[in-house]
């Protein structure tokens, strides 16, 4: 399964779930986009310098079809392409969530088409059942993979919004905002 290598790797953290059914498999939580350094004599990994968070993506045949996620700096996106690209399908759904833009764009970088949000606080999952005009009722008795197979169809008819920019010109439309943080209150 395409998630066990990606776990072999050191590439899932701070995992939710990771699951499969029959051609289907889901996983939630963190992608590493960057390696931490070798910390010790025996190998292990210091944590990730990069990462994208609260990734939620769909992989059927062991090809991504879905993987939506939060970014700090737009910048990262061609690290994700270079860490997950090539398990991409061809008619991969890309949404990332971007906490350093101000409006939404759709970049066109490697051939793909990126549908770029702009947002700085705010649960992914709740987010993308908005623009998959789901609610909670849609999901009753499903597994966790379902969940995201059934957020996979109803994206279908997704358009994203946003100009259309090659990905040099999306990062000289970034703006300087940083990931709203809550505390205890």
């Known amino acids: 399964m395409l998630f066990d290598a990606y776990e072999q790797k050191g590439l899932l953290f701070n ?8 051609p289907h ?4 939580g963190d992608l590493v986009l960057e ?22 993506v769909l ?9 939506v996620g939060s970014l700090d ?16 399908a061809a008619d991969v759904r890309l ?14 970088l490697d051939g793909l088409a990126v549908s770029a949000i702009g947002m ?13 005009a789901l609610d909670k009722s849609d999901f009753k008795g499903q597994s966790a993979t379902e969940k995201i197979v059934t957020v ?19 990062l000289n439309r970034t703006v300087e905002l940083k990931r709203a943080g809550r505390g205890p209150v």
Do not use: C
Not at 25 to 28: C, E, L, Q, T
Not at 80 to 86: G, H, T
Not at 155 to 162: A, E, F, I, S, V
């Open 15 to 22: 995992m939710n779930f990771k699951e499969s059914e029959g």
């Open 73 to 88: 700096d737009l910048a990262d996106l061609s690290k994700v392409l270079a860490y997950y690209k090539a398990d991409f």
């Open 95 to 108: 949404i990332l969530f971007v906490v350093n833009i101000a409006k939404p764009l759709v970049i066109e």
């Open 35 to 56: 390696l931490g350094e070798v910390g010790d004599a025996h190998g292990h990994r210091k944590p990730p310098v990069t990462t994208i968070k609260n990734t939620i």
């Open 25 to 28: 498999a889901g996983y939630r």
């Open 120 to 132: 700085q606080e705010g649960l992914i999952w709740n987010e993308l059942i908005d623009l998959a």
């Open 152 to 170: 996979y169809k109803a994206l279908g008819d997704y358009k994203p919004k946003g100009d259309k920019v090659p990905f040099g010109e999306a």
């Open 59 to 67: 992989a059927e045949n062991d090809k991504i079809k879905l993987y």
